[in-house]
């Protein structure tokens, strides 16, 4: 059977949601191998919490280079993994590190690589959402290994437990890899809320707002939701940046997402229309986002948001 790597994913010390959707897709097309790169004396750790999805066996590497030459040395490691196991496929998370990572890894292998996928299929055959939702395409990578990046959420996750084996190897680093050398780095704050592209439900703002995002937030913690924003918003200095959801931003696939006061210009319909379930809450009846709405509200967010804050709750207690 054709050996599948993912690369493992983790959240505060603890394999992510994505890491299990992502072997999920993986074991379609052979048997799971986890990899994990990990500072130096945190690996086993990082190995223990990889308990669910099929996942047949780790990998664990484990080198100083990964934290201070940062994605180029990680991609390294990852490119002779591959030489010297020579799997079928590389599945990895879709966000800002896995798809520099996963591109640098096509060129040091010589192979081709599909990102953004929302299903692979059995025969490594990668489902893409593209020109803002407006086409399906079904591509297959023929050239070196497959490499495919997968969104997060699109994956219905296999959560059974595993008894994967565990396999420590040690590699050096390219000189090559290594003529970057990050001086200083700052771990993303983490606030009450899920992390935008893990979270089940998302609740965004937009220019409706008026830069007021407290009866979004306020709807978004009554159902524990994490809280995204348009690039109108962001650009207006009313969210952080690091919150948008859209073309230029964070791209999520929740089972629920529910846009307040968003119009649904292109941009933003790229990041989110993968969405299982969409609600619009907009005062304008013409927006363009009704148009992917399963669910409209035509009114103001300020009415509508705080009488569906106060029935969640009540309907919690």
């Not at 500072?39 to 990964?66: C, K, M, R």
């Not at 020109?131 to 699109?154: A, D, E, L």
């Not at 290594?178 to 937009?206: D, F, H, W, Y």
Request: proline share 4%.
């Amino acid at each position: 059977m054709s050996t599948v790597f993912i690369l493992a994913d983790f959240v505060n010390g603890q394999a992510s949601k994505t890491t299990t959707e992502l072997a999920t897709a993986a074991a379609r097309i052979g048997e799971v191998t986890a990899v994990v790169l990990a500072p130096v004396g945190q690996g086993a750790a990082l190995a223990a919490t990889l308990t669910s999805g099929p996942i047949s066996s780790i990998v664990v590497v484990e080198n100083a280079d990964f934290q201070s030459h940062g994605v180029s040395a990680s991609a390294d490691a990852v490119a002779q993994l591959i030489a010297q196991k020579s799997p079928t496929a590389l599945l990895v998370a879709s966000h800002a590190f896995g798809k520099e990572l996963a591109g640098y890894v096509a060129v040091k292998t010589d192979s081709g690589i599909i990102t953004d996928a929302v299903d692979v299929a059995s025969d490594a055959t990668a489902t893409q959402v593209i020109f803002g939702g407006s086409t399906t395409v079904h591509s297959k990578v023929s050239n070196g290994t497959t490499i495919i990046t997968v969104r997060p959420n699109c994956i219905t996750a296999d959560t059974s437990a595993n008894a994967a084996s565990v396999e420590n190897i040690s590699l050096t680093i390219s000189d090559s890899s290594k003529k970057a050398t990050v001086s200083s780095s700052q771990p993303p704050v983490q606030g009450g809320r899920p992390e935008l592209t893990e979270a089940n439900i998302v609740v965004s703002g937009g220019r409706g707002t008026n830069g007021d995002f407290a009866a979004v937030e306020a709807f978004a913690d009554s159902l524990g939701a994490a809280v995204g924003a348009s690039r109108a918003a962001t650009d207006a200095g009313w969210y952080p940046h690091s919150h948008q959801v859209g073309q230029t931003g964070k791209t999520v696939s929740p089972q629920l997402y529910v846009a307040c006061g968003i119009s649904g210009a292109i941009q933003h319909r790229a990041g989110m229309q993968t969405s299982k379930a969409i609600v619009v809450i907009n005062k304008d009846p013409e927006a363009p986002i009704f148009e992917l709405a399963d669910f409209g509200v035509i009114g103001d967010l300020f009415a509508v948001l705080p009488v569906a804050t106060e029935g969640v709750n009540a309907r919690k207690s």
